[in-house]
């Protein structure tokens, strides 16, 4: 496969039966090509569940491919194949889609869009079928040798199946000797047809004290008991893997096959915290969970290591497990519990992240997105979008949806919950439109925001709740933020008192940071000086990192009668924690002040950086009134000094620029040497080891296999001659430190 995506091939299928180690050897081939692309992700489609039309599956796959690829998918009315698209056109990017088969046809035509208009970018599909477009590559990965009928035990030895069975029998704690019976092993192997999935099974039954001949007895049982005439027709391997999983689930206890079955309800993974909440009840205590947890990990049913890291299934293990669920009857009880577990999870970061913890809370978050997006779901599907909306009222609380770019998506899911549901004049409801709209308007998209808004209001004066926090955050910030109007001010500064009464701290510093930004771009100075100062020692009583980002960005607007505008540390610190929101923001604000400061040509340049970067990500400054005034006089200035020909080379030159280059503008880094270029997640992952955090829980924040973890480190210290974990903490904190030392040359977690 490597040969063929480095020679001409853009199409590569990976076909196979189940069990026969497709998404393991795709997983493996990321790992080992991610350093010759810029951006490398794997999607499991597996996990997107039965959608209406093949346009929907489409849609979702195009925004798993969004988020995995941190494009900052801003434009509210862009399709997201287009805004895919657009973002891969001029990148060498590897995409892996595994698990196509139960959405081939939307696999196949987004894959043909991608080879069609694009030139740089490779797919890689696992699929137990073709995908029948033009250009496909075709690889067969067929089953393990096996050793010949009758084969004794030197012989055997040589057949790759015999040594994976060997490797996965120590694995399980029951090594293979040379007083085994191996007329059983050899026959034991010849039935699993070298399926690598089948094996561990086997695997784990002979760890579990079987001798083979037992396995072999009950697995041959299996096969005529289960598979009758009926089963004609049916591929061997097929019958093999399910058999094997069988048996598995045979060996376990019935409270172990209940976890088993119960745990099927968690998408792109679980911790061993959330299988306690969701899977302890009357029948099966909290206290038991890691033990059972154990359990499927050692018998190859579940993938994880401990209780640091994130467990997950093999699709086909995790469909067996749903069958049972529904067979149990639980699978809207469980459901049920999922949504409780998740909307627990994300009102208690609401309510907690404001303080040292804020970005453990905000990573947290993100880990958990598509279990989030799978309870929202669950919730329009069962006719309980109230719910759903308190999710996502409680998910803006927390900021997430601004630091990890994904605000498009969560406004896209409010509003399909607001069409699906009830009309009515309902607290939740009021409280989700008047944060979507919020969303919309600091976005700068003024139309949808005052959509909104005007529902918003309406409902609230029917209920007598046009005073309630929310309604005063949205009506404020349209009044002062996309209006220019400081009546504004009056109702932030309510907004925030009444949120601090309702011990919703964090929302009470947004409501005071959007009071601090409109002040500080409206005048007058006292005001903006006062917010500004208010932020300040608010975020840093909190000892939140971020929002002392936020609060320190406003000492530099216009409007503050000494703005600072020489201090760059907290931009760095803002690209050190992967902040996606914030640089777009300050690239506008450095376009400004350079030009005041009489830097007409490092203005202009700033300017046509600053709307390259709003036309990529869609923040639309001139929906903002005191941003478009503010804008329209640095460009005024620099039109009369510079003159058309020579602004306009200026502006065009900042335009052309990509959005790392745009940011180093501001941080005044163009002409600096280049630091050593680390991907996506090995800058995640050094920022983690500086953390000092361990490599199983960085394999369970990132959502990779520790082995992973362990190689990307590998690279991490070759590529930077370090010697191990100690000297790349320090590395990460000399460049991320609020100082003037280099750092990040630009966001790792990239914005467009």
């Not at 497709?22 to 997107?48: C, P, W």
């Not at 279990?371 to 609380?397: P, S």
């Not at 760059?568 to 914030?582: E, H, N, S, V």
Request: net charge negative; with cysteine.
């Amino acid at each position: 496969m490597r040969e063929r995506l480095n020679g001409d091939a853009r199409m590569v299928t990976l076909t196979g039966s189940p069990g026969i180690g497709k998404t393991r050897l795709a997983g493996e081939l990321l790992v080992q090509m991610n350093e010759h692309y810029d951006s490398a992700v794997f999607i499991r489609l597996a996990e997107i569940g039965v959608q209406a039309n093949t346009a929907d599956v489409m849609q979702r796959i195009c925004n798993l491919l969004i988020a995995e690829l941190r494009i900052s998918h801003h434009q509210p009315d862009a399709e997201p194949a287009e805004v895919l698209l657009e973002h891969v056109r001029e990148r060498r990017v590897l995409i892996v889609l595994d698990n196509c088969e139960p959405v081939l046809d939307a696999v196949a035509e987004l894959a043909d869009r991608l080879l069609t208009e694009t030139t740089t970018v490779q797919v890689v599909a696992t699929s137990r079928a073709y995908l029948d477009i033009r250009g496909e590559h075709v690889v067969h990965l067929a089953p393990l040798s096996i050793p010949a009928e009758h084969a004794d035990r030197v012989a055997a030895e040589q057949c790759d199946a015999i040594r994976l069975l060997a490797d996965r029998a120590v694995a399980a704690g029951r090594p293979l000797t040379e007083q085994d019976d191996w007329s059983a092993i050899v026959d034991l192997v010849r039935w699993s047809a070298g399926v690598p999935l089948v094996l561990e099974l086997v695997a784990a039954q002979l760890g579990a004290g079987r001798a083979p001949a037992v396995v072999l007895d009950r697995l041959q049982g299996g096969a005529s008991l289960r598979y009758g005439p009926g089963a004609r027709g049916i591929p061997a391997h097929h019958l093999a893997l399910d058999i094997a999983i069988t048996e598995s689930w045979d060996l376990c206890s019935p409270q172990q096959q209940r976890v088993w079955a119960r745990l099927t309800v968690f998408t792109g993974g679980f911790t061993l915290e959330a299988a306690e909440q969701v899977c302890a009840d009357d029948l099966i205590e909290r206290d038991e969970i890691l033990a059972i947890l154990d359990h499927l990990v050692r018998h190859s049913v579940i993938e994880g290591a401990s209780s640091d890291a994130r467990y997950r299934q093999h699709t086909f293990l995790r469909e067996y497990g749903r069958r049972r669920l529904k067979a149990f009857g639980e699978l809207d009880a469980i459901g049920e519990r999922h949504y409780v577990w998740v909307a627990g999870l994300v009102r208690e970061a609401a309510v907690r992240y404001f303080g040292p913890e804020e970005i453990r809370w905000l990573d947290l978050v993100n880990a958990e997105s598509r279990n989030i997006t799978a309870a929202v779901a669950w919730c329009a599907e069962h006719d309980r979008t109230e719910r759903g909306l308190a999710i996502m009222v409680d998910l803006f609380a927390t900021r997430a949806p601004f630091f990890f770019a994904t605000e498009i998506q969560a406004c896209r899911l409010v509003e399909d919950l607001l069409r699906a549901g009830p009309t009515g004049a309902t607290e939740v409801r009021i409280s989700a439109l008047a944060m979507a709209g919020w969303v919309w308007i600091t976005l700068g998209d003024q139309e949808r925001g005052k959509t909104h808004l005007d529902e918003c209001l309406r409902l609230a004066r029917e209920t007598g709740k046009q005073d309630a926090p929310a309604v005063q955050l949205v009506e404020g910030t349209y009044e002062a933020l996309a209006l220019g109007q400081r009546s504004g001010f009056a109702k932030l500064a309510a907004a925030a008192a009444g949120f601090r009464a309702a011990g919703a701290e964090g929302l009470g510093y947004m409501a005071d940071l959007f009071h601090a930004i409109t002040a500080g771009v409206l005048g007058p100075a006292e005001e903006a000086d006062r917010m500004s100062q208010r932020c300040l020692a608010e975020a840093r009583r909190r000892g939140a990192e971020w929002a002392l980002t936020w609060a320190e960005w406003t000492r530099g607007l216009p409007a503050c009668s000494e703005p600072v505008t020489n201090n760059t540390a907290p931009l760095r610190r803002q690209l050190a924690l992967g902040d996606l929101w914030g640089p777009g923001w300050w690239v506008e604000k450095d376009a400004w002040a350079r030009a005041e400061a009489g830097d007409y040509v490092g203005a202009a340049r700033r300017i046509g950086g600053s709307d390259s970067l709003q036309a990529r990500h869609g923040v639309h400054f001139n929906g903002l009134a005191g941003f478009k005034r503010h804008r329209g006089h640095a460009a005024a200035a620099i039109a009369l000094v510079l003159g058309p020909v020579e602004s306009t080379a200026a502006y065009r030159e900042g335009s052309m620029l990509d959005d790392d280059q745009i940011v180093a503008l501001a941080l005044d880094d163009a002409d600096s040497p280049p630091e050593p270029v680390l991907t996506e997640r090995q800058w995640t992952i050094a920022r983690l080891v500086a953390r000092k955090l361990k490599n199983q829980q960085i394999a369970a924040t990132v959502q990779f296999s520790v082995r992973t973890v362990e190689n990307e480190l590998s690279a991490i210290y070759d590529l930077l001659n370090l010697e191990g974990r100690r000297e790349l903490a320090d590395w990460y904190t000399a460049r991320s430190a609020p100082t003037g030392a280099p750092t990040e040359p630009a966001t790792r977690r990239r914005r467009g």
